[in-house]
């Protein structure tokens, strides 16, 4: 059994995002360009730039996101190990970020003192 019936959720996103289309066209033109020039540059193949947007999805916990490109990594050629070692990637950087924050919020502490 799967978290989230993730193929029929992948097409709802496609509709829900076809439809802020015809309202706002700008903003999803917009967002497909800015999605796009990445690709131009030519640095990262197909493959590696899912991996690092799955990395990315999960940091932001976008199921959206996750269903997207997991489907598109599928598609370029990854595997499941893959996926995963991108997954354990972004899962250290997560944990390290929580560490930096945990530092700040112990010097918040500390400047709290000297109020």
Known sequence: ?????????????????????????????????????????GHF????RELIALAVAISLRCDGC????????RKHGATKEEIAEAMGVAISVNAGAAIIYATRTLDAFDAAEDV
């Open 66 to 73: 996750i269903t997207v490109h997991t489907e598109a990594a």
């Open 45 to 48: 193949n197909d493959k590696t």
């Open 1 to 41: 059994m799967h978290m989230l019936p993730w193929n029929d959720y992948r097409r709802q996103i496609g509709k829900g995002v076809s439809e802020l289309g015809k309202l706002s066209p700008d903003t999803v033109r917009g967002y497909v360009g800015m999605n796009g020039a990445g690709q131009k540059t």
